[in-house]
């Protein structure tokens, strides 16, 4: 668990390996790792934490595309993706806004849906008052 983890180098390390150990195995495993941990991994090694986002994005782009509310095919596995590659994204500042805004829209319309309003608002806040 990384918050018990004593050093920041220590946390960086745990990231590597959970990408690492996820990636090659499940999409949902790496987005579970980024919902978890990109936050502190971004404040070290931010290029690590953006790649791992585009790594997800690329491995489940088919799966979110149509999920814009919870009667669609996958959407409870296309919230996890989207919830960890927002959190990825805006962990990294990641400045690509389509993907940002695209990322954000989707996470926020199926948590909406699943009566999760202020987590909604949180994440289009979130991007909309990136740079404010």
């Known amino acids: 668990m990384l918050h018990m983890l004593p050093s920041k180098h220590q946390q960086i390390n745990y990231l590597h390996i959970c990408l690492m150990h996820t990636g090659g195995e499940s999409a949902a495993g790496l987005a579970t790792c980024l919902t978890q941990h990109s936050t502190k991994a971004a404040q070290q090694s931010r290029s690590l934490v953006y ?39 805006q962990a990294c500042g990641a400045d690509d806004a389509v993907l940002r805004g695209a990322t954000a829209l989707r996470l926020a319309l199926l948590l909406e849906e699943k009566g999760e309003l202020e987590s909604a608002r949180e994440v289009l806040q979130q991007v909309w008052c990136r740079r404010c």
């Open 51 to 89: 790649d791992a986002a585009l790594a997800l994005h690329a491995a489940t782009a088919q799966q979110v595309q149509g999920s814009y509310c919870l009667a669609d095919r996958d959407a409870e596995s296309a919230c996890h993706m989207l919830s960890g590659l927002h959190s990825a994204l």
